[in-house]
Nanobody, 124 residues
Framework: QVQLVESGGGLVQAGGSLRLSCAAS????????MGWFRQAPGKEREFVAT????????YYADSVKGRFTISRVNTRNTVYLQMNSLKPEDTAVYYCAAANEGLIAVVASLYDCWGQGTQVTVSS
């Protein structure tokens, strides 16, 4: 398994940008599908984006498509989430996760390892 540590969250005004990073421990990072999820207060955790092992395939939730970009650098054991045109409804704790099986994964239960989360707050 890998250990995941997110960073890059913070407070930003609507329309602004943030880039989240998720650093993974271990030497098998490239064998994992990576994903980003988020959870707002009082709501269930929801899928945001996922990326295949090589980075050649990505998939996004409709709510973030065209605004967020997921990417990875396997030599740095890091996955990123570039978030542009942020909206107040993007406010949540953002989690990165790693999955062993499949090509891409949009269901939280398919992920084996989770980070501790990083808070993103978008003010109106």
């Amino acid at each position: 398994q890998v250990q995941l540590v997110e960073s890059g969250g913070g407070l930003v005004q609507a329309g602004g940008s943030l880039r989240l990073s998720c650093a993974a421990s271990g030497r098998t990072f490239s064998s994992y599908i990576m994903g980003w999820f988020r959870q707002a207060p009082g709501k269930e955790r929801e899928f945001v984006a996922t990326i295949s092992r090589s980075g050649g395939n990505t998939y996004y939730a409709d709510s973030v498509k065209g605004r967020f970009t997921i990417s990875r650098v396997n030599t740095r054991n890091t996955v990123y989430l570039q978030m542009n045109s942020l909206k107040p409804e993007d406010t949540a704790v953002y989690y990165c996760a790693a999955a062993n099986e499949g090509l891409i994964a949009v269901v939280a239960s398919l992920y084996d390892c989770w980070g501790q989360g990083t808070q993103v707050t978008v003010s109106s």
